[in-house]
């Protein structure tokens, strides 16, 4: 039953080999032929039922043959890097990696030719940024992460609207306002706002816990079977930097030596991109873009900091502390908080320097300035809001608020939180109960992607936070993941009933 438009073909009618045109429906996306005005005269050949069902049944598969233009054969070989001795980067590497491009691009290039030119441009732009093997590996990394981006998802659209269907059964059977109206709330199974407190609360978030593997995967710092006081992180990245002295930068990726107090050896500036990469659709497919500055993947920083940075806390696994296992309170649930941190760029990498926790009634509870044990490099202000001034009249170490905490929680206190690995390496602080908002409310792609913070409280919450030119308030962010988890168990039990 599809009706055939001028320049539109249905993905499912494939030309015969013969008809030169280079481009056909692709990915669920009507192509024009560049050539012709007119719709195509040659006879169309109509698929299966099956294969218009499913746009990825593989009986779809050995039709692209179409897409490549018919002056060439069917297969075109891939390109090969050319053999460079004494080159930066070892020529299997890149051709290992312009192999996963090409790979990627196939999936949403309208032709196999289209596909190697992409491919090939990526992989260039990767070597010419890439002073060294290691840093190749890291671009190469992130391109093909980008790539993978580009590739269109049908399943999750199909998903989101069986969701919707789920949702809206009631308000079909009792006009828009039944899923909204108070004429539920008297029955057992309802949830008023008072009965989402204390141990009501935690009770409903125990089905949120992530797992042990769950953790494991998103790289939270477990305890060491057998060193006390050491943490153990199961996602380390295998290319472990042997020397000491020579870190890679984690804003701009460049190579730095540093003495052995971890003072830059040279002076020399970052320049870097500050904000994420986004993609935004253009006619004729998807470009990747900085958030900061709108500049093009590969293109020169925006920013120019005065000195390289590096993460760090990954590799310093020790003075971490556990959540004892403690009796029972008198009001009989051990605690719901959540939490944020920020941190700044010290001569050993991050460190804390506020901590902010908010109880289940989006209290503050506690609130304070740390002050970092190597000497500040970069206060990373515009993602902190902590300044200098912040942290000068301040004597609160890491120990002092590890005290704190571990008065305050026991290892059965939920605690909630957006990307949580991340603040607890900054606490060093090894804990297993816990929700996090960036698990609960998954990026369609899954890992590594995570959706921010701020998109989520402005698609379910339909609020702006994080607008400060200022930066962070560590208050505002775990306000956010709280009100996140009880906005997330009233829907999910609309669902259920």
């Not at 050491?230 to 996602?235: E, G, I, M, S």
């Not at 509870?365 to 190597?374: A, E, L």
């Not at 300044?387 to 605690?415: C, G, K, Y």
Request: one cysteine or more; aromatic letters at 6%; proline letters at 5%.
């Amino acid at each position: 039953s599809h009706h055939l438009v001028a320049g539109f073909v249905p993905e499912c009618f494939v030309f015969p080999a013969g008809l030169g045109s280079s481009k056909t429906a692709v990915g669920g996306r009507s192509v024009t032929p560049s050539n012709d005005s007119e719709a195509p005269t040659l006879p169309l050949k109509p698929c299966t039922l099956a294969g218009m069902a499913s746009k990825t049944t593989s009986t779809i598969v050995p039709k692209r043959v179409a897409h490549v233009p018919s002056l060439q054969s069917t297969t075109l070989q891939r390109p090969v890097i050319p053999t460079e001795f004494g080159a930066k980067v070892p020529t299997n590497i890149r051709q290992r990696y312009l192999n996963l491009f090409i790979d990627e691009c196939l999936k949403f290039c309208s032709s196999s030719q289209e596909a190697f030119d992409k491919a090939l441009a990526e992989e260039k732009v990767a070597y010419e940024r890439s002073t060294s093997r290691n840093i190749y590996l890291n671009v190469a990394v992130n391109t093909l992460k980008k790539l993978r981006s580009l590739v269109p998802n049908s399943p999750p659209i199909t998903h989101k609207t069986s969701n919707k269907k789920v949702v809206s059964h009631e308000a079909v059977l009792g006009g828009k306002l039944a899923a909204k109206t108070s004429f539920t709330l008297n029955r057992s199974g309802s949830l008023r706002s008072e009965d989402l407190t204390g141990a009501a609360l935690y009770r409903r978030l125990k089905e949120y816990l992530m797992s042990e593997e769950q953790l494991k995967e998103n790289g939270y710092p477990m305890p060491h079977p057998d060193k006390a006081g050491r943490a153990v992180l199961f996602t380390a990245d295998e290319k472990k930097v042997t020397d000491s002295s020579c870190r890679i930068c984690c804003r701009c990726g460049t190579e730095y030596m540093v003495s052995a107090s971890g003072s830059c050896i040279r002076k020399e500036e970052c320049v870097h991109h500050w904000g994420r990469l986004r993609k935004q659709r253009v006619p004729g497919g998807w470009e990747t873009h900085y958030s900061c500055c709108s500049g093009a993947v590969g293109s020169p920083g925006c920013q120019v900091a005065k000195q390289h940075v590096h993460d760090g806390r990954k590799e310093s696994l020790d003075g971490f502390v556990k959540t004892f296992e403690k009796l029972p309170t008198t009001d009989g649930y051990p605690g719901i908080y959540a939490l944020d941190c920020e941190m700044c760029y010290t001569k050993q990498g991050l460190e804390l320097t506020r901590v902010t926790v908010i109880n289940s009634e989006l209290k503050v509870v506690y609130d304070t300035f740390v002050k970092p044990d190597s000497k500040v490099v970069d206060y990373n202000t515009r993602f902190s809001g902590v300044t200098e001034e912040d942290l000068e009249n301040t004597s609160i170490t890491l120990r002092d608020v590890q005290a704190v905490l571990l008065n305050m929680f026991s290892a059965d206190t939920i605690l909630i939180g957006h990307s949580l690995e991340s603040d607890l390496f900054a606490l060093k602080l090894i804990h297993g109960t816990v929700v996090d908002t960036a698990i609960v409310f998954p990026h369609r792609l899954g890992l590594p992607y995570k959706r921010a913070l701020r998109t989520l409280m402005a698609d379910y919450l339909k609020r702006i936070i994080q607008d400060n030119v200022e930066g962070h308030d560590s208050s505002e962010d775990a306000r956010a993941c709280m009100e996140l988890m009880v906005w997330k168990i009233r829907e999910d039990a609309k669902v259920k009933r």
